[in-house]
């Protein structure tokens, strides 16, 4: 018996496999430029990575029926979709940045730590979390996914 998997070809999604996939970090990016930046910035950051997600939920959704004309599959797979995005991409990465952030600032103000660039501490120390926590979440997304949703509705 061989694995098929491994010798067909893995279909090119513009929401996974190009840059685009990056328009869903852009609540990242404005978490960790929250301290130096108006709210209203932030809050447009986070519209950005939401509508990413509808049009890769969308993209799936679409994809899915006009391959099976199966509503009730299409459903499911546009609810795995959004659910997983929204989780991974928005939700858990954003407060995760969120408190990164929060926690270097207070801390340097509990330490009393002034430099003309302290401002920016909390910024930097965000953007480089966001390496660090994307693969972590998406797997921890990936098993609460497999253990609840998955379980039951596929």
Not at 54 to 63: E, P, R, V, Y
Not at 83 to 94: D, E, F, K, R
């Given at each position: 018996m061989t694995d098929n998997s491994k010798t067909l070809k893995k279909e090119y999604d513009i929401y996974r496999d190009s840059l685009l996939r990056y328009l869903g970090y852009s609540n990242e990016l404005g978490e960790s430029f929250r301290p130096l930046i108006k709210k209203?910035?932030?809050?447009?950051?986070?519209?950005?990575?939401?509508?990413?997600?509808?049009?890769?939920?969308?993209?799936?959704?679409?994809?899915?029926?006009?391959?099976?004309?199966?509503?009730?599959?299409?459903?499911?797979?546009g609810s795995d979709v959004v659910?997983?995005?929204?989780?991974?991409?928005?939700?858990?990465?954003?407060f995760t940045i969120n408190r990164i952030c929060w926690t270097v600032g207070k801390g340097l103000k509990y330490s009393k730590f002034k430099h003309p660039l302290g401002k920016w501490i909390p910024t930097?120390?965000?953007?480089?979390?966001?390496?660090?926590?994307?693969?972590?979440?998406?797997?921890?997304?990936?098993?609460?996914?497999?253990?609840?949703?998955?379980?039951?509705?596929?």
């Open positions: 209203s910035y932030v809050h447009a950051s986070y519209a950005v990575a939401i509508a990413y997600v509808f049009a890769d939920t969308a993209d799936k959704s679409l994809k899915s029926y006009e391959k099976d004309k199966n509503l009730i599959k299409s459903v499911k797979i659910i997983w995005q929204m989780l991974a991409s928005v939700m858990i990465p954003g930097i120390v965000g953007l480089l979390s966001i390496p660090l926590i994307i693969r972590p979440i998406d797997r921890g997304v990936d098993f609460l996914m497999d253990e609840t949703f998955r379980k039951y509705v596929h």
